[in-house]
């Protein structure tokens, strides 16, 4: 029985995974090899396009520097309450995504009480808004994908055996070279996962910009979904998607090969 | 002496470095509180407005505190069948993508066929394209099998696809730690494949399935992306949210919203508290 189900299950997935692929591949009205679509879409979008590689790209990184040091914490100091600082860390995932950015459409609403501490501390200039504009949608982004980061950089620094560290201690390595030389290292897997983790969904999404952004801060995700869903624009839609792919492709394998030399040249010294 | 004498001078250190000695000491812990703090805001606030009793449209400043959202939860048209259809499409396919998932996991770890690389790539490639790619994508497929009206199949369907991953991946990093000697001795005592399956290696998995259910569900429940791609003119609870949104959410969505929290978290303290109670027994 299980050799039947298995068999009989697995071309299914394949079935269904590569109409999934090829499903893309297709220019809509009539097959034409139309790679101007490509042209068109880079020529007519680019700033969504730089927009959203740019904004999944800070996000990453505050993200990363964010959560590192709650990460360092939970898995050295965390003790007995560990388990429970996890589940605080991933209680954002059990409000639906929608309703969380909209939490914080109303935190960071024109009226409300951040906006008006920042005109108070004349940080903002008076009148002035947060919604609406590129620092919304990036925080937005970050706190949405937060514990992607958070957790895989926990995982990492938990494995991390704390031995290792008062050895370098002991062979009069200061706290912070200690850090940067054995816990640092260590880590790197966590690191590599959890931006790929927070990089790869953010450079999509255009729920934040929706509902943070103004126009002016629209990613590349709304413009596929205006295209697809509004004006029914398949080819180029399509077009935007697989450039999307191909952008997020690309950086992953220079982000991959970076690190790779990096980790090769520390191991080296 | 000279130990004594170290052990004298340390209590003499002047106030300023001890201020410092205690801030390095606990600037982690500020920062992590600090952290999480922040963490809860949204949810803080999406709870609190729940209980808000908002005057016109707009759910955005705090009015005055009421019951009557959760009382008239259903109140705003469209939003308890919104509700009644994500639990629907979540639980069918999760089933679905979790009978699907476990075995493809099992076929992987247990069988060594030439497509066993090029599957695992399958599998993952799901988990590593942004969701707006698979709801494109899909909706494309979806525009050319005409006979499939976009509704409730078509994002089902979908649910489905994306869930399968979850559950491959949940459920095979459990096989991996599974010792076939007891299948091998089940055999031994002469059970057929079946019995042995049934009776040794489901037990076995049956947290990991268990698991991989629970993922999918809450996966399906909360998605929005690849089910408003295509959705057509069905409407789950995520795609309600989004519509209310262009006009200002109602209260409602924060009392469904909070619901779900604390159903989902108490859940989760269930769990914690079950396998604390076992580990004491065993």
Redesign the interface.
């Given at each position: 029985?299980?050799w039947l189900?298995?068999f009989f299950?697995?071309p299914?997935?394949?079935l269904?995974?590569q109409?999934?692929?090829s499903?893309?591949v297709?220019f809509?009205y009539a097959f034409t090899w139309a790679w101007g679509n490509y042209w068109t879409a880079i020529r007519d979008y680019r700033p969504q396009f730089v927009r959203s590689l740019e904004y999944a790209g800070m996000a990453t990184v505050i993200a990363l520097v964010?959560?590192y040091?709650?990460a360092?914490?939970?898995a050295f100091?965390g003790g007995r309450w560990k388990?429970l600082?996890l589940?605080?860390?991933v209680?954002?995932?059990?409000?639906?995504?929608?309703?969380?950015t909209?939490?914080?459409?109303?935190?960071l609403?024109d009226?409300?009480f951040v906006v008006r501490t920042l005109i108070n501390l004349h940080i903002l200039a008076p009148g002035g808004r947060l919604l609406a504009t590129g620092t919304a949608v990036v925080a937005g982004i970050i706190?949405n994908f937060?514990p992607f980061m958070a957790l895989p950089l926990y995982v990492s620094l938990e494995q991390v055996d704390p031995r290792l560290i008062e050895a370098a201690e002991d062979l009069y390595a200061n706290k912070i070279r200690a850090f940067l030389r054995v816990t640092l290292p260590l880590s790197l897997p966590g690191v590599v996962a959890g931006t790929?983790l927070t990089f790869?969904?953010a450079?999509?999404?255009?729920?934040n910009a929706q509902?943070l952004g103004g126009p002016e801060n629209h990613m590349i995700?709304n413009v596929?979904?205006s295209k697809?869903?509004a004006a029914s624009d398949?080819p180029s839609?399509?077009a935007m998607?697989f450039i999307?792919?191909a952008g997020?492709l690309a950086f992953v394998a220079v982000y991959a090969f970076v690190v790779g030399t990096e980790e090769l040249t520390g191991s080296a010294v | 002496m000279s130990a004594v004498a170290v052990e004298r001078s340390r209590p003499r250190r002047g106030v300023l470095a001890s201020t410092w000695a205690f801030v390095k000491r606990h600037v982690l812990t500020a920062y992590s509180i600090l952290f999480f703090i922040y963490l809860l805001l949204p949810i803080s606030v999406v709870v609190l407005f729940s209980f808000n009793n908002p005057v016109g449209n707009f759910n955005y400043t705090w009015q005055g505190f009421t019951w009557n959202n959760w009382r008239y939860w259903n109140g705003p048209p469209g939003i308890q069948s919104a509700i009644v259809l994500s639990l629907e499409i979540g639980l069918i396919a999760s089933l679905v993508a979790t009978a699907l998932g476990t075995m493809i996991a099992l076929a992987l770890v247990r069988y060594n066929f030439r497509t066993r690389a090029a599957t695992n790539i399958l599998i993952f490639l799901p988990l590593s394209t942004p969701e707006i790619v698979l709801g494109a994508s899909l909706l494309t497929l979806f525009l050319h099998m005409t006979f499939v009206p976009f509704g409730f199949w078509t994002i089902l369907i979908a649910h489905v696809m994306f869930c399968i991953s979850f559950a491959v991946v949940t459920v095979k990093a459990r096989l991996i730690g599974f010792d076939r000697h007891l299948e091998e001795a089940a055999m031994d005592l002469g059970a057929n494949e079946l019995t042995t399956f049934r009776r040794v290696t489901l037990p076995l998995i049956a947290p990991a399935i268990l698991a991989a259910f629970l993922l999918c569900f809450a996966i399906s429940i909360d998605d929005f992306v690849v089910t408003y791609f295509n959705a057509g003119n069905a409407v789950t609870f995520p795609v309600y949210v989004w519509g209310s949104a262009r006009n200002g959410a109602p209260a409602q969505v924060n009392v469904i919203g909070t619901a779900i929290f604390v159903i989902a978290v108490t859940l989760v303290l269930a769990n914690v508290l079950l396998q604390r109670r076992r580990e004491k027994q065993g």
């Open positions: 029985m299980i189900t298995i299950v697995v299914l997935g394949f269904a995974y109409s999934l692929e499903g893309n297709d809509g964010v959560s040091p709650v360092y914490w939970i100091r388990n600082l589940l605080f860390i209680a954002p995932f059990f409000v639906t995504y929608l309703i969380r909209l939490a914080w459409e109303t935190i609403a009226h409300g706190y937060l790929l790869i969904p450079a999509g999404d255009f729920i509902l995700g596929i979904q697809f869903l398949y839609a399509a998607s999307l792919m997020i | -």
